[in-house]
């Protein structure tokens, strides 16, 4: 199967010979090579171990997205590490939260989570306010956006490759508060 330029190359030779097709047609037929930008390049690839180094403005975020004290305190306490395994378009990432001593096992089902999805399509999972988010997903360039949504709250999510060892996921709710969780690459 070709890959980066060759992948790129490749497809667009296929797809000039199938011009009768619609568009969709062609995206399933090659679906092994479907996960290209709208500008015709490979996606970011976001795989790998990332620790969190540092949060700026992260308190405030949680605290317009109406979580509690408890929980917006263990937040600081708490770190995070993302384990990332990608696919072209298909993302497996694990969420383990770090750190904070006993405070994990006090607030209910903030030790980590797990994702499954493809960029492009939508998944759920349980938001820090205990509710279930339906979250859409798309490339936007280089970047995964995000959008969380669940009865009582919205908001995205882009997570971008400031570089090849850091990762910045950017919050920012309804209200435009904005914070950033920077992570580093560990391996």
């Not at 070709?2 to 011009?19: D, M």
């Not at 015709?40 to 976001?46: D, I, K, S, V």
């Not at 378009?89 to 006090?106: E, F, H, P, Q, Y």
Request: proline share 4%; aromatic share 8%.
């Amino acid at each position: 199967r070709p890959s980066g330029r060759e992948a790129k190359q490749w497809y667009q030779r296929r797809v000039r010979g199938l011009h009768f097709l619609p568009p969709p047609f062609v995206c399933l037929l090659f679906s092994s090579v479907s996960s290209f930008n709208r500008d015709n390049t490979m996606p970011a690839n976001f795989a790998g171990h990332w620790k969190l180094e540092k949060s700026e403005h992260f308190d405030s975020f949680l605290e317009e997205m109406n979580v509690g004290l408890l929980k917006r305190k263990a937040a600081k306490l708490v770190s995070s590490e993302h384990i990332i395994k990608q696919e072209g378009d298909n993302m497996d990432v694990n969420v383990v939260a770090t750190g904070g001593g006993d405070i994990l096992s006090k607030i209910k089902g903030q030790k980590g989570k797990h994702q499954v999805y493809t960029v492009g399509g939508s998944f759920t999972e349980s938001e820090i306010n205990g509710e279930e988010a339906e979250v859409s997903t798309c490339w936007e360039g280089d970047c995964i956006m995000e959008k969380h949504k669940t009865p009582s709250l919205e908001y995205t999510l882009k997570r971008e490759l400031q570089d090849d060892n850091t990762m910045v996921l950017h919050l920012e709710s309804p209200k435009g508060t904005k914070a950033r969780r920077i992570y580093k690459k560990v391996e």
